[in-house]
């Protein structure tokens, strides 16, 4: 079956602009994570739905980050007025339910300059 | 202290041995543990998950939880070229099963 999507795969945003990330988790996956991975580093967590609701935000690095899962299905991950140290890989995961196995998009490479 | 912590390597192994990777955590209440594959330009794939102590099998890996020790291993028999990768543990925090803290992965090089 289809696995984690997520686009762009790439983009490079000015500094001050605004983007959206797309994660689409794989159908019947209740949880959905998003992640920022620097170069070396393990994925670090930023944020956890089940279905529509937003059970934990403690990972966002500040106001800037927002997420939101409308339909309990795709989830956007916006940033705005984007920094250089915005620059990262943003993983999206998927699980059946918390606790459980998570399943990782391909990820999308931010680099703002 | 990190809460999950990896050698970061490089581990080298020569092809047909077994690679051993370690990971130890600090949360005692964590339930969840996971072994993730990360190839350079790619997303973390799971190879493994372990959920209580001992041993636990799947092919040619083996993946070890000692809950007392606070301690997780992984096992690759009979190494391959293409299982050399970054390997990532992964921990569940006991007061969220949801949320996962991955180390910072080990290196590893299997060599011909």
């Known amino acids: 079956g289809a696995g984690v999507s997520q686009s762009p795969r790439y983009k490079v945003a000015k500094r001050g602009q605004d983007v959206a990330l797309r994660c689409d988790p794989i159908s019947g996956h209740v949880s959905l994570f998003w992640y920022q991975q620097a170069l070396g580093q393990g994925p670090e967590f930023l944020t956890y739905?089940?279905?529509?609701?937003?059970?934990?935000k403690s990972g966002l690095p500040s106001d800037r980050f927002f997420a939101e899962r409308p339909e309990g299905s795709v989830s956007t991950l916006k940033i705005q007025r984007t920094q250089q140290e915005d620059s990262a890989v943003y993983l999206c995961a998927s699980s059946f339910r918390q606790g459980y196995e998570q399943y990782f998009g391909p990820g999308t490479r931010l680099t703002v300059t | 202290q990190k809460e999950v912590e990896q050698n970061s390597g490089p581990l080298s192994v020569p092809e047909g041995a077994i690679a051993s990777l370690n990971c130890t955590y600090s949360?005692?209440?964590?339930?969840?543990f996971f072994w993730y594959r990360q190839y350079s330009g790619k997303s973390p794939e799971l190879i493994m998950s372990?959920?209580?102590?001992g041993d636990k099998e799947d092919g040619r890996f083996t993946a070890q939880l000692n809950k007392a020790s606070q301690y997780v291993s992984l096992l690759i028999r009979d190494s391959q070229p293409s299982d050399s990768a970054t390997y990532l543990c992964?921990?569940?925090?006991?007061?969220?099963?949801?949320?996962?803290?991955f180390g910072s992965g080990t290196r590893l090089s299997i060599r011909p």
């Open positions: 739905f089940q279905n529509e609701a937003q059970l934990d």
């Open positions: 992964a921990v569940n925090r006991g007061s969220s099963a949801s949320k996962i803290i």
């Open positions: 949360d005692r209440g964590s339930q969840s």
């Open positions: 372990i959920y209580s102590n």
